[in-house]
């Protein structure tokens, strides 16, 4: 079964820090990958997505993510994180074959003014 | 934002009680997804429907059920809650295809079984 692993459950640090979130996924076939974001009290928003084409996509906010096929991973980037975007980061994975979008356990992530 | 409501947005249950939660949408938006979230878990998919009377399980199904009479309305009920069930439930659209598309989430139900 596809599986989703984000290892960071939580990350703490001070405004203008840069931030990286990892996120691997176990399957090897075609794969959409896409990044939300809940902020404190609200629901989930998209921050951004990856169908095909350039491996460095960018979204909301300043936030970008590279998919490197050879490593499964679909890694969010942020250089300088702002106090809020405390927040919890979700990456998830959908499956073509199958059709399957799986989550991974999300990232608690606090930025300290 | 999506039109998207939930409701109740808070319930406090008993266990073996019977809860309907409801999710609305003013976007016309084929697809409909009840997901719960849980600490460590991130959403896993409950139900999902592609139309109207037209239903799908997910990974977790089981003491469950959904029914979609209407496109806007997709409603979840726990036929007997049990604590296991204590959970955020979300509830999310998307236009067009299944789950390889963008999806728009409601602001979430917090459901407390005792």
């Known amino acids: 079964a596809q599986s989703v692993s984000q290892h960071n459950h939580h990350v703490i640090l001070s405004e203008a820090a840069s931030l990286e979130l990892g996120c691997n996924y176990s399957?090897?076939?075609?794969?959409?990958l896409f990044w939300y974001v809940q902020y404190p009290g609200q629901h989930l928003q998209l921050l951004l997505k990856?169908?095909?084409?350039?491996?460095l996509v960018k979204g909301i906010k300043g936030f970008e993510a590279e998919f490197i096929k050879s490593k499964f991973s679909f890694n969010l980037r942020k250089p300088s994180v702002q106090w809020s975007d405390t927040a919890e980061y979700f990456c998830a994975v959908y499956q073509a074959a199958g059709n399957k979008l799986t989550f991974g356990g999300g990232t608690r992530v606090l930025v300290k003014p | 934002d999506a039109g998207i409501t939930q409701s109740p947005r808070h319930k406090v249950t008993e266990t073996g009680t019977p809860v309907t939660l409801r999710c609305h949408q003013t976007?016309?938006?084929?697809?409909m997804y009840w997901y719960r979230q849980d600490p460590g878990h991130g959403l896993r998919l409950i139900h999902y429907s592609y139309g109207v009377k037209d239903t799908d399980k997910g990974e977790v199904s089981d003491g469950y059920s959904v029914s979609r009479s209407k496109t806007e309305d997709f409603l979840l009920t726990l036929e007997s809650a049990t604590s296991s069930q204590t959970s955020v439930y979300f509830c999310a659209i998307a236009p067009q295809r299944e789950l390889m598309d963008e999806q728009f989430f409601g602001p979430g139900t917090r459901l407390t079984v005792l």
């Open positions: 990856y169908f095909s084409g350039d491996p």
């Open positions: 399957y090897g076939g075609t794969v959409n």
């Open positions: 976007e016309n938006h084929r697809y």
